[in-house]
Every structure is written in C-alpha cells, then in structure tokens.
C-alpha cells in the first residue's frame, strides 16, 4: 500500500469537519438573529488621562535659529607696499592697539624714490624761476615797444607749462612720500592677533595678507535664515541661545552656555546657491566667548492665545494631518490644520484648526483606532466625555508636523 494515500484520507476528513463547524456556527447565528437576539458591540474603555481637551493656550511664536559667532569689530592687515618684511613680532592671541607698529617693510628703495622725486621737483621749481624772468622782461620790453605782443604771449605758454611740470613733480614726491610711510604697517583697531600669516623676512606683494584682528568686545551671532522664515524677523527681537565652549573647572568634555542675544540687522540680500538671509544677533554678552564658535537656539517672534495640543495626538498616517476626536462616545477622524509648535515641560505641543473649543481628543498615548469605534471612560461607565489637565503655557515653532 501507498504511503500517501493514509495521510490524503486524513486531509480530507479534517476539511469535512472543519467544514461542518463553519456552517453549524452560520446557522446558529441565523436562528439568533432571527430570533431577534441583540449582538453585541464591542467597546473601548478609557482612562481619564486617554481623552484631551481642546482648548486656547498662551503661546509663543519662536523660529529655531542657529549659526556661528563673529566678532563685530575685525580686520585683516594688508601690504599696501611690496618689500621684504621685517619687523613683525607680534603672535596669535596678542593684544593690539590701534595705530600699533606691528611690522615693517624694508624701506632702502622707496626712500631713494622720494629722493628721486624731490630731485625731480626741485629741476622742475629752477626751470619754472628762469621761464618767469623771461617772462617778466618780454613784458617791459612789450610795454617800452621793442617786442611785439605775440612774443609775451608765447613767453607766457612757456612758463605756464614750466609751473605745470612743477605741480606734477611736487605730486610725485608725495605719492613717493606716501609709500615710504606705508612701509609701516600698524593695526587698524584695538584687539587680539587671531592669525598670522606671514613670518619675518618673506617678501610680501601689494594686498598680501599679514595678520588678521579681532575686537571681541562686541561680538554677535551670524545666522542663516529661509527666505520663507527671515519675512518674520524684525530688528530688536530677542533670542535666547545655547553656545558652545569649552572645558570649565570641574565639568566633564563640553558645556553649553546661556545667552540672551537681539536682533542687530538683517541682510537686504539673499545669499546666493541658497537663497537663505543673513540675519545678525548681538549678543548681550561677550565675556568668555570665541570667534567661530557654533550657537543655536530660539528667535521669539511673536505671543499669542491660541488653540493647541500635544504634537503626539496629531497622526499623519493619512494625507491629511488629523485627529482621533470623540463624539456621541464614538471615535471620529477629524481632519485639522497645524502651526506652531511648542515645549511644555519636556512636551511638544502644535497648534490646530478645524476643531471647536472644548472638543475631546484621544491623546497620542492611545493609538490608532478605527472611525466609529464605540468608547467609554473607566470610571464613568458611559461614553467618554472630555477630561484632561489644562496647559498654561507653552513656546513654540513655525514648523508643522
């Protein structure tokens, strides 16, 4: 006999049987319907804490922000003069003052040019004297008849050209003068050596770089803003900020320091590849804090009593942002529109429209449920009416979910 026939006849007898149950439970659910036997629905209890209510809140309207310190005041001293540089003690972190000698450029070529020049002007000054007493003889000889006017004349073109040829050399020597002096170079502004960029004995060119100095007495934040969220920022705003630093006595790795900032200026133009505004905050302190270092934190733009909820009880498992509102003790989808966003001890709370003041909201804690599922509280052994805590205040962002 075949192995596989016994297995076959036990298949088939389960199928009949299996079979046979599904259409006696069919039928017995006939007859109580029939019969007029009521079904019963199933119904979801929930706690108190399960059910929010709707209802306005004192908001603030913040936008998150985030950017890298700089000093106000800051300069980058150049070579106005090409020659080999000497002179240039000082070092990064050294204090400056404005109008400190902090290097020198070999002066052996320019000094010789002045000279030059003034050689120039002085050749210049002889010729302009000797044509002037040319000029003033033809023009006795003019007025006692021995010369004739166009003689004075061309007299007079000679030595206006010689005085010309002097004005041009005395300019030389000035501009001899001036590259001498800028042989010198001195710091701009008070501050601190943040780099130095050259050593002792290099030759520089014209415009090249020697130190660069920063003021950090005055220091602010440079943000970068969406064009879509700098339509809201207006000088003097206030902001609160978290910038980083580093090592404190008896503190572990980095720390994070508060510092309230405004808003100083705003870019006219947007930057250009990322269309983001530029948006400076002056820091209501500076003591500590470095050029370069990274802040973030808030930009308040503005207060307001508005209609909000935890962002946790928004689901946006749908097209369409909504919540699980109950009504008539049953769970209904309502569809809302949501803006600021806000946190309340250690809870993100969103704005919402499309619901009245007062209604009732299953909270995030509960889950989905399905439209139309019948519900009820604990403790109130009929349908869910609202129950939950009221929030006084929250902060919050223009972001939705």
């Known amino acids: 006999m075949k192995r596989w026939i016994p297995w076959t006849i036990a298949v088939v007898a389960i ?15 006939a ?3 029939q019969a007029g036997a009521p079904v019963a629905e199933a119904v979801v209890t929930l706690l108190p804490a399960d059910v929010l209510r709707l209802k306005a809140i004192d908001m603030t309207q913040t936008l998150p922000i985030s950017g890298t310190l700089r000093a106000v005041e800051s300069a980058v001293v150049k070579a106005k003069v090409a020659g080999e540089l000497s002179g240039l ?14 290097a020198r450029i070999d002066s052996i070529e320019y000094a010789s040019r002045v000279r030059q020049a003034q050689e120039q002007a002085d050749s210049a000054a002889a010729q302009a004297e000797v044509l002037q007493r040319s000029y003033d003889n033809n023009k006795a000889l003019v007025d006692q008849g021995f010369i004739s006017r166009t003689a004075l004349d061309t ?21 001899a003068r001036k590259a001498l002096t800028d042989t010198v170079v001195r710091s701009p502004i008070d501050g601190q050596v943040a780099a130095r960029l050259v050593q002792p004995g290099e030759r520089v060119a014209v415009d090249g770089k020697l130190i660069e100095v920063v003021d950090l007495r005055s220091i602010e934040l440079e943000a970068a803003l969406s064009a879509a969220d700098s339509v809201a920022v207006r000088v ?3 902001a609160s ?22 808003v100083a200026r705003i870019n006219p133009s947007a930057q250009a590849g990322s269309r983001s505004v530029l948006v400076y905050l002056a820091l209501d302190r500076s003591e500590g804090f470095r050029q370069g270092l990274f802040a973030q934190g808030s930009l308040e733009l503005g207060r307001g009593k508005e209609m ?28 809302v529109k949501t803006g600021w966003r806000g946190q309340v001890d250690g809870q993100t709370y969103v704005t919402v429209s499309g619901l009245d003041e007062g209604a009732s909201v299953l909270s995030g804690s509960v889950g989905p449920m399905r439209d139309g599922t019948a519900v009820r509280l604990a403790d109130a052994g009929g349908p869910a009416a609202a129950a939950a805590p009221a929030v006084a205040t929250s902060t919050g962002s223009r972001t939705a979910p």
Do not use: C
Not at 246 to 256: E, I, L, M, R, Y
Not at 313 to 318: E, N, Q, S, T
């Open 15 to 29: 199928a009949v049987l299996a079979g046979g149950t599904l259409r006696a439970v069919k039928a017995r659910k």
């Open 31 to 33: 007859q109580a319907v």
């Open 89 to 102: 003690a000082v070092r990064e972190g050294d204090t400056v003052k404005a109008g400190q000698v902090i």
């Open 155 to 175: 007299s007079l073109s000679s030595l206006n050209a010689a005085r010309a040829t002097h004005r041009a050399a005395l300019a030389g020597v000035e501009v």
């Open 236 to 238: 003097g705003q206030r």
């Open 241 to 262: 900020l978290q910038v980083e630093s580093s090592s404190v006595p008896g503190a572990a790795g980095k720390t994070d320091r508060q510092v309230d900032a405004t």
């Open 308 to 335: 909000a909820l935890p962002l946790s009880a928004v689901r946006v498992d749908k097209p369409e942002p909504y919540v699980q509102a109950i009504i008539d003790g049953r769970v209904r989808h309502r569809a």
